[in-house]
Nanobody, 122 residues
């Protein structure tokens, strides 16, 4: 199972970016999918994740500015980031909790993407 993330870049304060992440491979079921981020010198933190649009958990710092959406048919999530601030600068990592079927048994995996850099300058 692999996650392919895209959409990072540099933007001025108040601008917008959209991140995409597609899961591929022999996936039986995607249980959870979303984004984490890690700023320089800080621990990785949750940005937005959840099993569905109705059950998405957002970090307090991004509520009202970021929106996580899904295309379940494509196992893809999008993170629309509006009103970006310099403190949003970080490497953003796509995450997926998936179930795979191997040898007639179901296994759960946590999968991480390669990270995409978002830089917000003032």
């Amino acid at each position: 199972v692999q996650l392919q993330a895209s959409g990072g870049g540099s933007v001025q304060t108040g601008g917008s970016l959209r991140l995409s992440c597609a899961a591929s491979g022999s996936i039986f079921r995607v249980n959870d999918m979303g984004w984490y981020r890690q700023a320089p010198g800080k621990q990785r933190e949750l940005v937005a994740t959840g099993p569905s649009d109705a059950y998405t958990n957002y970090a307090d710092s991004v509520k009202g500015r970021f929106t996580l959406s899904r295309d379940n048919a494509k196992n893809t999530v999008y993170l629309q980031m509006n009103s970006l601030k310099p403190e949003d600068t970080a490497v953003y990592y796509c995450y997926a909790g998936v179930t795979i079927l191997t040898s007639d048994q179901l296994h759960e995996l946590d999968v991480w993407g390669q990270g995409t850099l978002v830089t917000v300058f003032s």
